[in-house]
């Protein structure tokens, strides 16, 4: 298999666990087109309460974890549950309060992206 088809089988697994936690305003921004981007895609996507954000990271790694036999380089953010990171090394997941989503505005900050807003 492709380093591009495990990319977006990745991808797909995570925006499925998204959308079975009820996460919202989910995009994903294609980075490989930006000079020094930290992945190559980041996932973006909002939950209501430090719950959901947490219930959304959880269902995300054990997803990944159970299907695709992966696990996260690195997880950020559980202890309060504002702004929860799940690094996949190329693949960067980014669950928001909306408050704090709005306050950070990251897809202004990575604006030159090619942005796909995924509906359910």
């Not at 936690?21 to 930290?38: H, P």
């Not at 690195?74 to 996949?88: C, F, I, P, R, S």
């Amino acid at each position: 298999m492709s380093k591009s088809t495990q990319k977006q089988e990745l991808i797909d697994k995570i925006v499925e666990a998204i959308q079975d936690t009820k996460g919202e305003s989910v995009k994903i921004f294609d980075l490989t087109g930006i000079e020094n981007a930290v992945a190559e895609t980041f996932i973006i996507c909002s939950g209501n309460s430090n719950t959901q954000v947490s219930a959304i990271a959880g269902n995300i790694e054990k997803k990944v974890r159970n299907d695709l036999k992966e696990r996260p380089w690195h997880v950020e953010g559980t202890e309060n549950a504002m702004w929860v990171l799940v690094d996949y090394v190329s693949v960067v997941v980014h669950i928001f309060q909306q408050q704090i989503r709005e306050y950070y505005d990251i897809e202004e900050l990575w604006g030159d992206a090619k942005i796909t807003e995924v509906t359910e």
